[in-house]
């Protein structure tokens, strides 16, 4: 509790102290009696406070919890009569039984083995897919090697038909 003395700014610490030894006698020093301590923190001083300076700090704290408990329950009417808590609620209750329909749906998965299989599936594609890019790069290669070769005789073959097609032609 900040209580302000002057311009000064003080920090205060309220500890109720009671006599916990009931076999020391009731005219035993003030260090055992029922009295309030406040430390003052500016000061670091300890004093002993009559009751009523005791009785108006805890007046004051009791008013403080007073307006806090006043300004949440206002607080807690706003958000009821906007319908916040209502639309907290559903959304709550939505994740929940998402949660729940996933966690459903994973276990079924597993349970039937579909992830399993999935990955394997997944696993064998890739090794064909592979296989077939390895062949298809054989054949490229090969069709490449060849290519040349295989001009030369298309360009042999077609000299050849151009010369029948013209002897045929001047014979007739």
């Known amino acids: 509790m900040k ?8 920090k205060i610490d309220i500890r109720f102290v009671q006599n916990i030894d009931r076999k020391m006698s009731s005219s035993s020093s ?3 009696d029922n009295s309030v301590r406040i430390r003052d923190y500016a000061t670091a001083k300890t004093s002993e406070t009559t009751s ?4 108006e700090s805890i007046k004051n704290v009791a008013m403080g919890i007073v307006e806090a408990s006043s300004s949440i329950r ?11 808590i209502e639309e907290i609620t559903r959304a709550a209750r939505s994740i929940r039984d998402t949660a729940n329909e ?8 597993n349970e039937g083995g579909i992830i399993k299989n999935t990955a394997s599936a997944v ?5 064909v ?3 077939t890019m390895h062949t298809v790069k054989n054949a490229t290669r090969e069709a490449a090697q060849t290519a040349p070769t295989t001009i030369k005789t298309l360009k042999e073959v077609s000299d050849k038909v151009r010369s029948k097609v013209t002897e045929n032609s001047s014979s007739d």
Do not use: F, P, W
Not at 3 to 10: D, E, I, Q, R, W
Not at 52 to 55: D, G, I, R
Not at 74 to 84: C, K, R
Not at 123 to 127: A, R, S, V
């Open 3 to 10: 209580k302000t003395y002057g311009s000064a700014k003080v």
């Open 30 to 32: 003030s260090s055992n």
């Open 52 to 55: 009523v300076q005791a009785a």
């Open 74 to 84: 206002e607080l807690i009417l706003t958000l009821h009569q906007s319908g916040a």
């Open 102 to 109: 996933i966690n459903d749906t994973i276990k079924n998965l």
């Open 123 to 127: 696993d064998e594609t890739t090794n």
């Open 129 to 131: 897919a592979r296989d």
